[in-house]
């Protein structure tokens, strides 16, 4: 089983930033697009951004445009979301994920492995 291992959460002043990387230890995530996605307390779980395996192409919702960058790194078997420009409503538990194939995705439910979460907290 894939253990993915997303990190880089922490408290950050609106208008801030962080950097989210998401990891695998001990496999190759070339083959895999990986999404971002985040639930804060009391609402659903949405997508936040997804890249595609091999040729960079990204999703983004539209609340995180132009904020948010996603990229991957394969030599180093990881993939980042930078975040600027943090607002309160970013505030939640971020989680990344693995999809079987190579195009982004927004839909949860085509992702296979799950990292654990890394919370995102920006105060006002």
């Known amino acids: 089983e894939v253990q993915l291992q997303a990190s880089g959460g922490g408290l950050v002043q609106t208008g801030g930033s962080l950097r989210l990387s998401c990891a695998a230890p001990?496999?190759?995530?070339?083959?895999?697009?990986i999404g971002w996605f985040r639930q804060a307390p009391g609402k659903e779980r949405e997508a936040v951004s997804a890249?595609?395996?091999?040729?960079?192409?990204?999703y983004y919702t539209d609340s995180v445009k132009g904020r948010f960058t996603i990229s991957r790194d394969n030599t180093k078997n990881t993939v980042f979301l930078q975040m600027n420009s943090l607002k309160p409503d970013d505030t939640a538990v971020y989680y990344c994920a693995a999809r079987v194939g190579h195009l982004p995705s927004a839909k949860a439910d085509e992702y296979l492995f799950w990292g654990q979460g890394t919370q995102v907290t920006v105060s006002s």
């Open positions: 890249i595609s395996a091999s040729d960079s192409r990204t």
């Open positions: 001990g496999f190759t995530l070339d083959d895999y697009a």
